[in-house]
């Protein structure tokens, strides 16, 4: 069917092409951009969406393809229409498709619009696609040109009120084109351990103080430092988030503890072949100099976070917090007794061919894969700062799948935040292995399983079964002289060994070294219920007669026959910077102990010695 006119107004042209169409064309004087936020955000759509007259109580919009949406149009008299739909497709500033239907009018149709700029104006054309003609009939037999001419001629009032906001001296508004996917840049602005490497600071600044609570409802409160020494302090409330689109909130600055005026950024992202639209909108200025002087500010800042994200769109980055302390994570890391326990993701274990840990040396490895694949590895360690930082490469610097890996870790009170980046050769290898390989889902699988291990570090359950009876065993851990002939390693010997076993008494012993180092430590016995248990804190002290932290210590000690199976069960607590080296051979220790145990309760007599 040719193209046969409707009706029409003096700005709107309603023709029907086809049997179920009705199409509907109008220039507004304003750029693609403002229309279609007109079209999509709700706080623009309640100002002009329907007849003259007529409210928008109900506006709902989850945009995004598969999103609903849902209005509610009250009339002057009361009376309420409902309407609904799904976005089916979605090119920001270009083009948009979704369904709509009406709560009591039959079926749906299906409404294109594109969005054509030129010279600052817009031409929108909507086409409205109906199951039948029928329908289409009673649509348009409905009022439905004179409705849509007073609803777009509200569109077109209301959009100049928009483009005189923007040109106000009171309102300020930057575009920024970024490489980088939408997600990224919405997580650049929403994520710590992306915050932290750009945080909205002009260049000249850097944050040396933050604090926040990213949702909606939360807080941010940073302070700035300028290259001179001066600090300035500014403080805002998040008050909305729409992952990947929108992040809305309050500024202001502080003049001690005075708040200065408070403003509202809105921050939109747009998506275009893989690149992202940052539109910044800033409202509520004070005067002219205050809008022009953030204008400087956010641009230089836009400028930082542009040369983060060349390295962003090429990282992987990932935090974790572990209650443990930093020497022992870091040693957890970097002590090849511990590292081939936990590094990797899930299923997988590894075999160690060498390993070198300093500025130059090589960790050569296999991973062995839950699907009986092996992979072969190559770490060369770059940079190592006890217990600060640690770089190194994995792979060779040009060959496929090479990338770089820094860890971070800092101190937070007793325990520890670790930041984890790997950087790739292009933003292409990195989304190669995230996809193909899950490798955002195996690095949060492998700082699960360095939890876990740190558990294990702090934590130990051990057992033994010995060829002697329960009362000789008990004997070995009460009386000193016997206690003496066997406590720590091999080669070690306790010069001091004094023990007051009852419920409060103490516990002191020195063990001396092979080399002639004496390492003291103190205990408290909390329960003694002989034959069958003992629990005593132990400490090791520093140079200084200090502990380096505390182990609840509980033994068990049961009877199977003539054999005795006794189980310690140590968990740290309360471990000081330094103590990582103690702990870190805890297990070992505790194993080679209790080998020299066996040893003597199978060559004594039940009787006391001497």
């Given at each position: 069917?040719?193209?046969?006119?409707?009706?029409?107004?003096?700005?709107?042209i309603?023709?029907?092409?086809?049997?179920?169409e009705?199409?509907?064309?109008?220039v507004?004087?304003a750029?693609?951009?403002?229309?279609?936020?007109?079209?999509?955000?709700?706080?623009?759509?309640?100002h002009?969406?329907?007849r003259?007259?007529?409210?928008?109580?109900?506006?709902?919009?989850?945009?995004r393809?598969?999103?609903?949406w849902?209005?509610?149009?009250?009339g002057?008299?009361?009376r309420e229409?409902?309407?609904r739909?799904?976005?089916?497709?979605?090119?920001?500033?270009?083009?948009l498709?979704?369904?709509?239907?009406?709560?009591?009018?039959?079926?749906e149709?299906?409404?294109?619009?594109?969005?054509?700029?030129?010279?600052?104006?817009?031409?929108?054309?909507a086409?409205?696609?109906?199951?039948?003609?029928e329908i289409?009939?009673a649509?348009?037999?409905?009022?439905?040109?004179?409705?849509?001419?007073?609803?777009?001629d509200?569109?077109?009032?209301?959009?100049a009120?928009?483009?005189?906001?923007?040109?106000?001296?009171?309102?300020?508004?930057i575009?920024?084109?970024?490489d980088?996917?939408?997600e990224?840049?919405?997580?650049?602005?929403t994520?710590?351990?992306?915050?932290?490497?750009?945080q909205?600071a002009?260049?000249?600044?850097?944050v040396?103080a933050?604090?926040?609570?990213i949702?909606p409802?939360?807080?941010?409160?940073?302070?700035?430092?300028?290259?001179v020494?001066?600090?300035r302090?500014?403080?805002?409330?998040?008050?909305?988030?729409?992952?990947?689109?929108?992040?809305?909130?309050t500024?202001?600055w502080l003049d001690?503890n005075r708040k200065?005026?408070?403003?509202?950024v809105?921050?939109?992202?747009a998506?275009?072949?893989?690149?992202?639209?940052?539109?910044?909108?800033?409202t509520?200025?004070?005067?002219v100099?205050s809008?022009?002087?953030?204008k400087?500010?956010w641009?230089?800042?836009?400028?930082?976070l542009?040369?983060?994200?060349?390295?962003a769109?090429?990282?992987?980055?990932?935090?974790r917090?572990?209650?443990?302390?930093?020497?022992l994570?870091?040693?957890?890391?970097?002590?090849?007794?511990?590292?081939?326990?936990?590094?990797?993701?899930?299923?997988?274990?590894?075999t160690?061919?060498?390993?070198d840990?300093?500025?130059?040396?090589?960790?050569?490895?296999?991973?062995?894969?839950?699907?009986?694949?092996?992979?072969?590895?190559?770490?060369?360690?770059?940079?190592i700062?006890?217990p600060?930082?640690?770089?190194?490469?994995h792979?060779?610097?040009?060959?496929?799948?090479?990338?770089?890996?820094?860890?971070?870790f800092?101190e937070?009170?007793?325990?520890?935040?670790?930041?984890?980046r790997m950087?790739?050769?292009s933003?292409?290898?990195?989304?190669?292995?995230?996809?193909?390989?899950h490798?955002?889902?195996?690095?949060?699988?492998?700082?699960d399983?360095?939890?876990?291990?740190?558990?294990?570090?702090?934590?130990?359950?051990?057992?033994?079964?010995?060829d002697?009876p329960?009362e000789?065993v008990?004997?070995?851990?009460t009386?000193?002289?016997?206690?003496?002939?066997?406590?720590?390693?091999?080669?070690?010997?306790?010069?001091?060994?004094?023990?007051?076993?009852?419920?409060?008494g103490?516990?002191?012993?020195?063990m001396?070294?092979p080399d002639?180092?004496?390492?003291?430590?103190?205990?408290?016995?909390?329960?003694?219920?002989?034959?069958?248990?003992l629990?005593?804190t132990?400490?090791?002290l520093d140079?200084?007669?200090q502990?380096?932290f505390e182990?609840?210590?509980?033994?068990?000690?049961?009877?199977?026959?003539?054999?005795?199976k006794?189980?310690?069960?140590?968990r740290?607590?309360n471990?000081?910077?330094?103590?990582?080296q103690?702990?870190?051979g805890?297990?070992?220790g505790?194993?080679?102990?209790?080998d020299?145990?066996?040893v003597?309760?199978?060559g004594?007599?039940?009787?006391?010695?001497?």
């Open positions: 069917m040719s193209a046969s006119p409707a009706k029409a107004n003096s700005a709107l309603v023709t029907t092409p086809s049997d179920r009705v199409l509907l064309t109008r507004f004087d750029p693609s951009r403002l229309v279609f936020e007109a079209w999509t955000k709700p706080e623009y759509l309640v002009w969406f329907g003259r007259g007529w409210t928008l109580p109900v506006c709902t919009v989850d945009l393809v598969g999103g609903a849902r209005f509610i149009l009250r002057p008299d009361g229409v409902g309407m739909g799904e976005y089916r497709e979605i090119a920001p500033y270009e083009r498709i979704w369904t709509e239907s009406f709560d009591d009018f039959p079926g149709s299906l409404n294109t619009m594109h969005f054509s700029e030129n010279d600052g104006k817009t031409t929108l054309t086409r409205v696609l109906c199951k039948s003609k289409r009939d649509v348009i037999a409905s009022g439905m040109e004179q409705g849509a001419g007073e609803t777009y509200r569109l077109a009032e209301h959009l009120r928009m483009a005189a906001a923007e040109s106000t001296g009171h309102e300020l508004v575009t920024r084109w970024f980088a996917p939408r990224l840049v919405f997580e650049c602005w994520q710590p351990e992306h915050l932290q490497h750009w909205g002009p260049r000249g600044w850097t040396t933050y604090e926040s609570d949702r409802g939360g807080f941010f409160r940073i302070r700035m430092s300028s290259e020494g001066i600090d302090w500014l403080e805002g409330g998040y008050r909305e988030m729409v992952k990947p689109e929108r992040l809305v909130f500024h202001a001690g200065g005026k408070e403003t509202l809105t921050i939109t992202l998506e275009r072949d893989g690149k992202t639209e940052l539109r910044l909108r800033q509520g200025f004070a005067s100099e809008r022009d002087g953030h400087y500010g641009n230089s800042a836009l400028d930082g542009a040369d983060y994200l060349s390295d769109a090429r990282s992987i980055v990932v935090t917090v572990f209650d443990a302390p930093r020497d994570v870091f040693d957890a890391w970097t002590d090849a007794r511990h590292i081939g326990r936990w590094y990797g993701p899930n299923g997988f274990t590894i160690t061919h060498a390993i840990v300093r500025p130059g040396g090589v960790w050569l490895f296999d991973m062995h894969g839950p699907d009986g694949v092996d992979y072969p590895n190559k770490i060369t360690y770059k940079e700062v006890k600060e930082r640690l770089v190194y490469d792979g060779d610097a040009g060959a496929p799948g090479y990338f770089q890996t820094t860890v971070t800092e937070e009170g007793a325990k520890t935040k670790l930041t984890m950087l790739f050769q933003a292409a290898e990195r989304e190669t292995v995230v996809k193909t390989y490798a955002i889902e195996g690095a949060h699988q492998t700082l399983r360095l939890g876990e291990q740190l558990g294990k570090m702090l934590e130990l359950i051990t057992t033994r079964v010995f002697a329960r000789l008990f004997q070995a851990w009386d000193p002289e016997r206690l003496a002939r066997w406590w720590g390693p091999k080669g070690f010997t306790n010069p001091v060994c004094e023990v007051d076993v009852r419920p409060g103490a516990i002191r012993i020195h001396r070294a002639g180092t004496v390492y003291p430590m103190t205990g408290v016995f909390r329960e003694v219920s002989e034959p069958e248990k629990v005593f132990s400490s090791a140079q200084n007669g502990p380096m182990i609840l210590n509980t033994v068990t000690f049961a009877a199977e026959g003539d054999t005795t006794l189980t310690v069960h140590a740290v607590t471990p000081k910077p330094g103590a990582a103690h702990l870190a805890m297990e070992q505790w194993s080679l102990s209790l020299r145990l066996g003597a309760v199978e004594w007599p039940s009787c006391p010695p001497g």
